[in-house]
Structures are given as C-alpha cells and as structure tokens.
C-alpha cells in the first residue's frame, strides 16, 4: 500500500482528520506510484478532505509525464539533456493550470522538479502532500 492509499482510507474511515485549508493547487503524479502502482485516486481524495481546489495537469493521472527524475535519471549526468527535456515538458503543463503551487507524494520527483525549477529560476512552489496532512493534523 502506498502512503497516499493509506492516508485516504485513514480520512475516509475517520481514523485521522484534518483543518481544511484555503487553496488553489496543482498535482503531479509520480510515474511510480501512478503508472506502475496504480494510486491516482488517493492522492486526490487527500487533497479533496483538505479542501485543496485542485487544478489537474494536461495528462494527469495514469497519463502523465515524468518529471525528469524517474528511474534513477537525476543522477545520472549523461542523461541531463533528457532530464531537463522531461523537465521543460512538466514546467510548461505546470504554468497551464495557472498554479503556484505544485504538489506531490514521490520525494524524488519533489527533488527533481526542486532541482529543474532553481536551474530554470523558476517561480512555482514544490511541495510534499504528506507534509501538507501532517502539517494540518486536526486533534480528536
């Protein structure tokens, strides 16, 4: 099971609960966890408990483009043209939401699109989703 699974059962069942919060966001699916592992809708349903408005990728979900970093390619120095190609792809589905804030379960992608976005100068805000619950853990 991966976190983003658990954590959305955990909402869902009422283990857990969390302070809603006011905010426009976008998400990026981690090929691994997405493509291979098949967990689009978790994600989501965590964002949707925390009253995140979330503005979706061209080819969210299942369908959606690397980051760059996938399968060990960010360290890989050879590979950086095709990183940074990979990079430009997901920098430009980001400024199509019209988002400042991208948000993400995979902490190499968090990484990579960290690494991309200072290389690039670039304005937008990379976050973890599992930090965004833990900081917003409601008391019982």
Not at 48 to 63: C, K
Not at 69 to 98: C, H, S, W, Y
Request: proline share 2%.
């Amino acid at each position: 099971m991966q976190i983003t699974e658990f954590l959305a059962e955990a909402l869902g069942d009422g283990r857990i609960r969390v302070n809603r919060v006011t905010q426009k966001a976008t998400y990026h699916d981690a090929c691994q966890v997405s493509r291979r592992g098949g967990a689009t809708a978790a994600p989501r349903a965590i964002l949707a408990a925390l009253g995140v408005e979330l503005h979706e990728l061209p080819d969210a979900g299942d369908a959606n483009w690397c980051c760059g970093g996938g399968g060990g390619v960010a360290l890989i120095n050879r590979a950086a043209p095709l990183r940074d190609l990979a990079f430009q792809i997901k920098q430009r589905q980001v400024e199509a939401t019209g988002m400042d804030t991208v948000y993400t379960s995979c902490s190499g992608c968090r990484q990579t699109l960290d690494h991309g976005g200072k290389a690039t100068k670039w304005d937008k805000t990379v976050a973890s989703l599992l930090e965004l619950v833990a900081d917003n853990l409601a008391s019982k």
